[in-house]
């Protein structure tokens, strides 16, 4: 069926609206074309800025509250301004980068979108290669320009809370990661941009909203990860034990969040197995008549 064929059916239906056609799993001509890698590149340099701006924050604060520096809670931004720090990055790169990589600016995104047919599995993995590099790239340089205060405050690096078992841990980053993955999904679904396409910041907005509610939420128990490039990356450079020990949980608390904010959205919201169960009935209906 042709692209003019799916319009006029989707008038024909009173929809106003277009749902963009499953990419293929496997793409190989993606790897012939220049906007993939402007694309992987995009993802590359998002991630480092993330983890840049984000890690200093998280290094600031915990030197300004330093009671043996001086410091105090009040001198500082505090779990508030962290978290400001986290969402409005978000906000701020998804709104630059939307338009050549997506914005995903997060491995546990790529993977929800990619479970979703959204994108292929190379750009899938090559996105996810690009943002962890980045993100190890973006806290390095945190650690060249700031060497002592870096070792000294823990290299924002993502560790269990003491008092906080692992399932814990783990169910606090699911459920943070669903937040922000279903957040992405709303927000960029073609339903949406069509009654809102007048809004160009709609979508950005509430997906760097949502990272800030969850580390509003989250920062005490795990530190939040619900990035498994932002951990990925902070544990490269910090390299402790701790740190390394609790990195599974920041890989499997987001894949398992996004796997099933994906589904959720898409068979469940969407009824995308419903439409296809339909689709699959009528055709063997008309097979039999």
């Given at each position: 069926?042709?692209?003019d064929?799916?319009?006029?059916?989707?008038?024909?239906?009173?929809?106003?609206?277009?749902?963009?056609?499953?990419?293929?799993?496997?793409?190989?001509?993606?790897?012939?074309?220049w906007?993939?890698?402007?694309?992987?590149?995009?993802?590359?340099?998002?991630?480092?800025?993330?983890?840049?701006?984000?890690?200093?924050t998280?290094?600031?604060?915990k030197?300004?509250?330093?009671?043996?520096s001086g410091?105090?809670?009040?001198?500082?931004?505090?779990?508030?301004?962290?978290?400001?720090?986290?969402?409005?990055?978000?906000?701020?790169?998804?709104?630059?980068?939307?338009g050549i990589?997506?914005?995903?600016?997060n491995?546990?995104?790529?993977?929800?979108l990619?479970?979703?047919?959204?994108?292929?599995?190379?750009?899938?993995?090559?996105?996810?290669?690009?943002?962890?590099?980045?993100?190890t790239?973006?806290?390095?340089?945190?650690?060249?320009?700031q060497?002592?205060?870096?070792?000294?405050?823990?290299?924002?690096?993502?560790?269990?809370?003491?008092?906080?078992?692992?399932?814990?841990?783990?169910?606090?980053?699911?459920?943070?990661?669903?937040?922000?993955?279903?957040t992405?999904f709303?927000?960029?679904?073609?339903?949406?941009?069509?009654?809102d396409?007048?809004i160009?910041?709609?979508?950005?907005?509430?997906?760097?909203?949502?990272?800030?509610?969850?580390?509003?939420?989250?920062?005490?128990?795990?530190g939040?990860?619900i990035?498994?490039?932002?951990?990925?990356?902070?544990?490269?450079i910090?390299?402790?034990?701790?740190?390394?020990?609790?990195?599974?949980?920041f890989?499997?608390?987001?894949?398992?969040?996004?796997?099933i904010?994906?589904?959720?959205?898409?068979?469940?919201?969407?009824?995308?197995?419903?439409?296809?169960?339909?689709?699959?009935?009528?055709?063997?209906?008309e097979?039999?008549?």
């Amino acid at each position: 069926m042709t692209k003019d064929e799916l319009v006029e059916e989707d008038s024909f239906s009173g929809k106003d609206y277009l749902d963009p056609p499953p990419v293929k799993t496997f793409e190989a001509k993606e790897l012939k074309k220049w906007s993939f890698y402007r694309a992987v590149i995009a993802e590359f340099i998002a991630t480092l800025l993330f983890l840049y701006v984000t890690v200093l924050t998280v290094i600031g604060f915990k030197s300004q509250t330093d009671r043996e520096s001086g410091g105090g809670a009040c001198a500082s931004v505090g779990l508030l301004g962290i978290s400001w720090a986290f969402g409005g990055m978000i906000f701020i790169l998804v709104y630059c980068t939307a338009g050549i990589s997506g914005g995903h600016i997060n491995p546990a995104v790529t993977f929800g979108l990619f479970l979703a047919s959204k994108v292929s599995l190379v750009r899938a993995l090559s996105y996810m290669v690009a943002q962890c590099l980045g993100a190890t790239c973006g806290v390095g340089l945190v650690k060249a320009f700031q060497p002592s205060y870096y070792n000294r405050y823990g290299g924002g690096a993502n560790m269990l809370s003491d008092g906080y078992n692992v399932g814990v841990g783990v169910g606090a980053e699911i459920i943070g990661t669903f937040v922000l993955v279903y957040t992405v999904f709303s927000a960029t679904d073609p339903k949406r941009n069509a009654r809102d396409s007048h809004i160009p910041v709609l979508a950005p907005l509430p997906i760097g909203f949502s990272v800030f509610m969850v580390h509003l939420a989250t920062i005490p128990i795990t530190g939040t990860g619900i990035n498994p490039a932002r951990s990925f990356g902070a544990a490269v450079i910090y390299n402790n034990q701790k740190a390394w020990d609790d990195q599974w949980i920041f890989w499997v608390g987001p894949f398992v969040g996004a796997a099933i904010a994906a589904f959720y959205h898409q068979f469940v919201l969407r009824a995308g197995a419903m439409k296809a169960y339909g689709s699959v009935r009528s055709q063997l209906h008309e097979l039999h008549a």
